[in-house]
């Protein structure tokens, strides 16, 4: 088990000096204009592609933000197509048990933008959603959402204002799908370390730690 | 499970297609009418549907779907996003439905639940048994086969659309009922506590296709002792007790994990089960999806 990592504070001398900032007028001038092909692949709804798209992504990211503008992202997933099509403008995501935090809920009573970034496994471009959201307890929703004889509670619905598949590079770059890749997993400690690093639970014992936590993932609906 | 390649979806009604599906390694396994299979979707959900082609035809199944509106991924996958020519697998027919001998026969549709009747309808008539049947629709478009079984069984087939004629009068068929007939229903909820009000118990059959709602005493931990490895399990409240078999290392197969599939019977010796499936399950057998135990342990054949 890993007690503090010796690493960890070699990095911060940079907040002594911040990263100079630079204006949008600079980024444009850097990375120049995008091409008018680019431009006008954002529809404003769903055509065949993008339904088949998310009926076979078992994973998407959705982003909200609260009042201030601050966003937070979170991972969200079931099987492929869990998120429902409503109708071409018009999408349903469902909420399963999670730490009950409800950030994202939070956040859409404040502020309903959303953004949402749904990925297919071994498909290197993913498809990008943007729109208002808020939730619902529509039983017709929910009743499409049932899952191995239980129902989610609540849902997200989201109107889209925007809809694009955004290229493939940064899959490309990630190796996200080469199954090597999945060896990067080995580098960290486990969560049962790392959380009683983080928490400060020095006679803990890890290993009860990651049975509680292997117990929990067994419920998932 | 047995691999087989989707040859055909053709739409059979309005919002209905017939999927036929060829064994993809050979002949593939054989069944009887009223049997289903399960068909393991590209999305990872599978799926329960009625044989309705012909027992006789080693080489395919056939297997009819309706797009349901409240559709969970299954019926909505296959109506939007399947192609012919991909490679799907299916379970080996299993028969929660069989059709028992009698002399006469009353047979029940409503809608898609028309799929296990057709092949049932046709063995009744080989068999040489009286046989009729009461289709029920919204609307003759709605109805899958409808034109095939007039064609097949001419005025045994009785065609009665809701739009027009209302709900079908089961008191009436119940009360001119044979009392050597068997009764056959297959159709929605509405319809099988119909023919539950109407039709007397000893001579009714129904199939579900989705789990009754049912009121059931709060989950209770219970030990699950596996006769034949000698190993006990305990479930607990939160657990059903096929994930706790599985997570203890059992490989119990399962398909709609609702209790209307029956993939995961298993053999009961001893104790009280709490049976909460809508199969029925014969004695000595138990679904462990839904189904737990009212005694404190259970000894299953394991």
Redesign the interface.
């Known amino acids: 088990m890993i007690t503090h990592d010796h690493h960890s504070t070699s990095g911060d001398a940079i907040s002594e000096t911040r990263p100079r900032r630079i204006s949008f007028a600079e980024v444009r001038a850097r990375i120049g204009e995008p091409e008018d092909l680019i431009k006008g692949k954002i529809h404003d709804r769903l055509d065949r592609y993008c339904?088949?798209f998310i009926?076979?992504s078992?994973f998407l990211a959705m982003a909200t933000s609260d009042a201030t503008g601050l966003p937070d992202s979170s991972p969200r997933g079931d099987?492929?197509?869990?998120v429902k099509v409503l109708d071409e403008r018009t999408l349903a995501i469902p909420d399963r048990p999670g730490n009950k935090l409800a950030d994202s809920f939070r956040n859409l009573a404040e502020n309903d933008g959303i953004g949402l970034m749904f990925v297919i496994p071994g498909m290197r471009e993913v498809l990008r959603v943007n729109g208002r959201a808020y939730p619902t307890d529509e039983p017709?929703v929910l009743?499409?959402?049932?899952?191995?004889?239980k129902e989610a509670e609540l849902a997200i619905v989201v109107e889209l204002t925007e809809v694009f598949f955004h290229c493939g590079r940064a899959l490309i770059r990630s190796r996200l799908w080469d199954p090597a890749s999945q060896a990067l997993a080995e580098e960290l400690p486990s969560m049962g370390e790392i959380a009683i690093d983080q928490m400060g639970l020095d006679d803990a014992d890890p290993t009860v730690l990651e049975e509680m936590l292997e117990d929990d993932y067994?419920?998932l609906y | 499970m047995q691999r087989t390649i989707l040859e055909k979806a053709e739409p059979v009604a309005e919002g209905a297609v017939s999927l036929l599906l060829r064994g993809a390694d050979g002949p593939l396994a054989p069944w009887e009418p009223g049997a289903h299979i399960d068909l393991a979707l590209p999305n990872w959900l599978t799926r329960q549907y009625s044989l309705c082609g012909n027992p006789a035809d080693r080489d395919t199944y056939r297997v009819a779907v309706r797009h349901d509106r409240l559709s969970r991924g299954g019926s909505e996958y296959i109506h939007l996003f399947l192609n012919e020519g991909r490679t799907l697998d299916v379970s080996v027919p299993r028969n929660n439905f069989p059709l028992l001998p009698a002399p006469e026969y009353q047979f029940l549709a409503g809608g898609i639940g028309i799929t296990p009747i057709v092949p049932m309808l046709t063995a009744a008539v080989e068999a040489g048994a009286s046989a009729t049947l009461v289709y029920v629709g919204r609307s003759l478009a709605t109805m899958p086969f409808a034109d095939e079984l007039r064609a097949a069984h001419g005025s045994r087939v009785r065609i009665h659309t809701t739009e027009q004629h209302g709900r079908p009068d089961f008191a009436a068929e119940a009360a001119a009922l044979s009392p050597r007939a068997l009764v056959y229903c297959c159709g929605p909820t509405s319809m099988l506590d119909a023919a539950e009000a109407a039709f007397p118990a000893q001579q009714l059959h129904i199939e579900h296709f989705r789990p009754v709602a049912k009121e059931f005493a709060p989950n209770k931990p219970f030990d699950v002792r596996c006769a034949r490895s000698g190993r006990t399990v305990r479930v607990s409240a939160e657990d059903s007790m096929l994930d706790a078999l599985n997570h203890a290392g059992f490989r119990i197969p399962s398909g709609c994990r609702e209790g209307v599939c029956g993939s995961c019977e298993i053999a009961l010796v001893d104790g009280e089960p709490e049976h909460r499936d809508d199969i029925g399950a014969p004695p000595g057998r138990m679904y462990c999806c839904v189904s737990r135990a009212l005694s404190s342990d259970l000894t299953v054949d394991l």
């Open positions: 339904r088949r009926a076979h078992p099987y492929p197509g869990f017709d009743a499409r959402m049932r899952t191995e004889g067994r419920h």
